[in-house]
């Protein structure tokens, strides 16, 4: 079975950077695109970014392009996000998702079927 885990939350001031791991175990990651997610107190939970299973296509949401990049390692068997230019609206918890590689990199939470516990994120100064 599919296991991911996310790891590199913690506080952060304004204007400061994080880097989020997100480990998977059970499987290769060759075969699964990955997704980023984030939810904030009262707030429903919306795409980050994701990256292919190939690694060629990624995609952010709007706001993020130019502070936040995604990456990966399969031989790591770990998808990143850097985090840049940190604002207090990127509060919140941040999981990390797969859906398989034929669905393509999107925002679509239905297409992912495997998702990791989350991790805090918190800036503030």
């Known amino acids: ?15 400061g950077s ?3 791991s997100c480990t998977v175990s059970g499987s290769t990651l ?20 994701c990256i292919s299973s190939t690694g060629r296509r990624t995609n952010y949401g709007d706001s993020l392009r130019g ?3 995604i ?3 399969n031989l ?8 840049n230019s940190l604002r207090r609206e ?4 941040y999981y990390c998702a797969a859906s398989y590689g034929g669905y393509g990199c999107s925002d679509y939470v239905p297409n992912y ?9 918190s800036v503030s100064s």
């Open 1 to 15: 079975q599919l296991q991911l885990v996310e790891s590199g939350g913690g506080l952060v001031e304004p204007g």
């Open 18 to 20: 994080l880097r989020l």
């Open 30 to 49: 060759d075969y699964y695109n990955i997704g980023w997610f984030r939810q904030a107190p009262g707030k429903d939970r919306e795409g980050v970014s």
């Open 67 to 69: 502070r936040f990049t």
């Open 71 to 73: 990456s990966r390692d």
């Open 76 to 83: 790591k068997n770990t998808v990143y996000l850097q985090m």
């Open 90 to 93: 990127d509060t919140g918890v």
């Open 113 to 121: 079927e495997n998702w990791g516990q989350g991790t805090q994120v």
